[in-house]
């Protein structure tokens, strides 16, 4: 599943392309699985509208769109007023987003096809169709919990006042942070030298701090190196265009701590396979 830093790294790659660009007509396929709202209501809400940005909030992709223009006169008030519908894109396991020229043939499994002005089409490719598209059009999406790139230490703090779960449950709880996965829960605890299984409410604020900036350390470095997923993620080009980040524990079950040489261990913690030095980690 990709993980914050490739959802970035996508809806980077994917607003280079087609900011600005407008949207002609769109195409949905007629699996009901990845859409959260009828294809017949987005192929509506969507043709004529101008792309004003694509941003990661969270793990979904938002693709912001400007306010219709029914004739030129219109235009320029258009373009003044606030994105007001966003099309919410969620990769889920194999979610891909792909901007093609129109002559590109349709890969397997396309769910989705946005015809742009420009000629080229914005494709939506989902073979296991755990991925979902929404329109939203209530104020700007902002997904559930907080944002780890940008929340305060104080906020962060506040987070876990209280919280009686493991610390790498609460990371991955996406009520309170949003975009925080498997990876990136269990290399960012290694950094600030918390045990997985501590409980979350009773951490210092010093060890907290320290786990907040190596939460965003470690985002930020994998989204510089383009996402850090081992699987097949493609970016919006197309192309396999990720590198891995090297993890200091994750998926090293067995192999001697990069710091201090004692074996990786693996735990099963919400649910998850979690990695940690026995020996670094307290
Ligand atoms: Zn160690």
Redesign the pocket.
Known sequence: MPELPEVETIANGVDRRVRDDTIVSAWFSNFKEPFKTPPTEMAAALAGRRIARVYRVGKHIVVALTAKSAHPRSARAANQTPASTQLIVHLGMTGRLLVSAAAVPLAPHTHAVLSLASGRELRFVDPRRFGRLALHTTGAFTGPGSEPLTISLDDFVALFRGRKLSIKAALLNQSLLHGVGNIYADESLFRAGIRPTRIAGRLTRARLARLHKALRTVLQSAIRAGGSSVSDYVDADGEAGFFQIQHRVYAREGQP??????P?RRIVLAGRGTHF?????T
């Open positions: 701590c990069l710091v201090c040489g004692t990786i030095c026995p020996h670094c980690q």
